[in-house]
């Protein structure tokens, strides 16, 4: 506290990022990124772009970049609005399209930056429970509100959402908008872009950072139709014109466009859950069914955090929240085959 701060910094509660360790040789399953990386075309698209550009400001357009995502999308480039990581388009949107008279709506269990922003912006907000398997029932966010996000799938349980259910909800709230963040939406899940063309208030937001493994360089964009991405461009030009930078231009670019690198090492990772989820089972943990790159389990006879902690002295990283319902489950991010085999030697070893 000081009396030097104003007055909504005494009301906000920063958002508790997962633990980032400057210490090597850690299994590090505790953040979602990717094992793998990038495409390797999009290191040296990076690399081109130091060489050559640095000196300049960056096309504070994205228009490249803007102009690809589109394409693939069937979309126009003025479709997509880009930002540093999903976190600042989410950021752009709850300041510019969630900040309405009736409460946003979201789910009690999801991610925790939602609350967070709310705070930051003055935004009044209702959690909405989500049922006793943990599943988000949509019935339930047909009550007046100002606007809804969604994840889909869900984090950090990982469970997804039939995109049905999504359309059915876009339908009976013409006058909402509705955002649904799919930052993991590549791992299974069912993806709401086809809908942007006949959903005037649907804005979809996704993120480079974990099947195109780029979270350290955070870029992240939304799709919607003019008028939602023309309010996120007006917040983003009054706080920043230049939010991406020419590395970060040029390494998304690149690593769109790998197609091949993409579909290859997203099958790698949902193969590899299904093999984690069948033999944390048998260890006897419950799983929950997951749509992402991340598993959300507990188990009967183990407290999270003495899990967690056991884990950690042998230097695997997972992730424990302390909300009510969930304090006891761990969400492990799927790593290598190899990564997964120790995870699961050391719960062999803790569980006998
Ligand atoms: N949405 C959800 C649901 C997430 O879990 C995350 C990752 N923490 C993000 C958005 C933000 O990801 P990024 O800023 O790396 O794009």
Not at 258 to 267: A, I, N, Q, T, V
Request: charged share 25%.
């Amino acid at each position: 506290m000081s009396r030097f701060w104003s007055p909504i910094v005494h009301s906000l509660t920063p958002y508790v990022a997962g633990e980032q360790p400057v210490i090597s040789g850690l299994v590090k399953l505790n953040t979602n990124e990717s094992p793998y990386g990038p495409s390797p075309l999009a290191l040296e698209a990076i690399s081109q772009a130091t060489a050559d550009t640095l000196r300049l400001y960056p096309d504070p357009t994205a228009r490249d970049l803007r102009a690809a995502i589109a394409e693939s999308f069937g979309l126009d480039a003025n479709e997509v609005f880009v930002g540093n990581g999903s976190d600042e388009v989410l950021a752009h949107t709850f300041q510019g399209l969630l900040n309405h008279d009736g409460p946003l709506l979201f789910p009690d269990i999801t991610y925790s930056f939602y609350p967070t922003y709310c705070r930051l912006y003055g935004i009044a907000f209702q959690q909405i429970p989500v049922d006793g398997e943990m599943r988000v029932r949509l019935d339930d966010y047909r009550r007046p509100c100002g606007a809804i996000i969604l994840p889909n799938p869900n984090a950090p349980t990982g469970i997804g959402l039939p995109l049905a259910e999504v359309e059915s909800l876009l339908r009976d709230r013409p006058d909402q908008v509705v955002v649904i963040d799919e930052a993991y939406v590549d791992f299974g899940g069912e993806s709401a872009v086809p809908l942007v063309r006949h959903y005037p208030n649907l804005l979809v937001i996704q993120t480079l950072s974990k099947s195109r493994g780029l979270a350290g360089l955070r870029v992240g964009f939304a799709v919607g139709q003019r008028p939602l991405i023309e309010a996120l461009e007006r917040v983003k030009d009054s706080f920043n014109s230049y939010p991406l930078d020419r590395l970060a231009l040029a390494g998304a670019l690149a690593a769109w466009k790998d197609r091949e690198w993409f579909e290859r090492h997203r099958e790698l990772i949902v193969a590899s859950r299904q093999r984690l989820a069948a033999a944390l089972r048998e260890l006897g943990f419950e799983v929950l069914p997951s749509s992402a790159n991340f598993l959300f389990a507990r188990h009967p006879g183990k407290v999270g955090a003495v899990l967690a902690g056991e884990l950690r002295s042998r230097k695997i990283l997972v992730r424990r929240f302390s909300a009510a319902r969930i304090e006891d489950f761990l969400r492990i991010s799927i790593g290598t085959d190899e990564e997964c085999d120790r995870l699961l030697a050391a719960l062999g070893e803790i569980l006998q």
